[in-house]
């Protein structure tokens, strides 16, 4: 199950074909290297528009969003055994 963290992190990548991905982000003075990205997906909460990703980082997966009004990243969920 998922475990609501709900932090701000920053996060480095590059733009590819027009599209952002990230490859490592920083939380809780830690760097994570995302080793790959499973899912992108673009929402609206309200009229914000907002990006979702999820990363597996070694064998932990995690859920960062990207928010496109305040150009701000938070780690949203760690999922947990």
Known sequence: ???TIGEEILVAGS???HRF???????RN???KID???LVSDIKDGGVKKRWYSV???REVYR??????TETWTLEE???E
């Not at 991905?21 to 939380?27: A, D, G, T, V, Y």
């Not at 960062?64 to 009004?69: K, M, Q, V, W």
Request: aromatic share 26%.
């Open 30 to 32: 830690k760097t994570y």
């Open 56 to 58: 597996l980082v070694g």
């Open 21 to 27: 991905h990230p490859f490592k982000f920083l939380w």
């Open 15 to 17: 733009y590819k074909e």
């Open 78 to 80: 760690l999922w947990v």
């Open 64 to 69: 960062i969003l990207f928010n496109r009004e």
């Open 1 to 3: 199950m998922y475990q």
């Open 36 to 38: 790959q990205i499973t």
